[in-house]
């Protein structure tokens, strides 16, 4: 399959290990991956601070970029779920019926990487190795937009060496939330504590998730803790084999 890798901004400017890695882990299950240069911001960080009609540009740029990619996945369910879900909602803001129809031809292409490798491809095993003690954090957009489901869960069941353990309170949001966390600081750290305190309390060598938006959140906090734990991008760990670990 020719897959074209839509990065995100976030990874892209801070984590480009999950980009690395999620070309890394699609070539080693035998797909072509393209990067297209052109991409930029889906536009979500202006659509959810209430800039929406400044949002549309991005949009029609994302459309422009990709309208003839076979499939695009993302190693990020929060901009998955920019365009998938809100992408329509700008599209009829623009009033433009050809962007309208665009956007609804291209939504059902793009995919979250977890979602795409069991859903799509109906993979589990991808060949991993990672002898670490692992907990996972289900991100709002994995869970509760693009509603991903087990399917992170099933991947790093089968990563060999792995010892997944439960997270408590696991659906209970960290805290970040983009410009939430500085709008609303206090209560974004007391969210934040709660979660911190659940990761402790698994004893797990390293949290990780499918946002790194939300591991830069509770990275820095563990960081700060000096609580021996890391943080890493589900890519990062699917990515690694035998000979890297």
Do not use: W
């Not at 790093?156 to 439960?166: I, K, N």
């Not at 938006?213 to 960081?223: R, V």
């Amino acid at each position: 399959m020719h897959i074209s890798l839509f990065i995100t901004c976030f990874n892209d400017t801070l984590f480009p290990q999950a980009g690395r890695a999620t070309v890394q882990l699609l070539e080693r299950l035998g797909h072509t991956v393209e990067f297209r240069r052109e991409q930029t911001c889906c536009g979500q960080m202006h659509f959810n601070t209430g800039y929406q009609r400044e949002a549309i540009p991005l949009v029609q740029r994302f459309v422009d970029v990709f309208r003839d990619a076979e499939v695009i996945v993302a190693p990020s369910a929060s901009c998955v779920g920019m365009v998938r879900d809100l992408y329509p909602m700008a599209a009829q803001l623009a009033g433009d019926p050809a962007l309208i129809r665009e956007v609804e031809s291209l939504r059902p292409r793009v995919f979250e990487l977890t979602e795409f490798l069991v859903k799509q491809l109906q993979v589990e095993d991808v060949g991993a190795y990672f002898p670490h003690r692992v907990t996972y954090h289900p991100t709002c957009h994995s869970l509760r937009v693009l509603r991903v489901g087990d399917a992170p869960l099933r991947l790093l069941r089968a990563v060999r060496g792995l010892d997944l353990v439960t997270l408590p309170d696991a659906e209970q949001c960290c805290g970040f939330g983009g410009t939430f966390a500085i709008k609303n600081a206090d209560t974004s750290m007391a969210m934040l504590g709660d979660k911190l305190r659940a990761v402790r309390e698994t004893r797990a060598e390293v949290c990780v998730a499918a946002d790194n938006s939300c591991l830069m959140h509770i990275g820095g906090a563990l960081h700060r803790q000096r609580a021996g734990v890391r943080t890493m991008h589900i890519a990062e760990i699917l990515a690694t084999t035998e000979g890297d670990a």
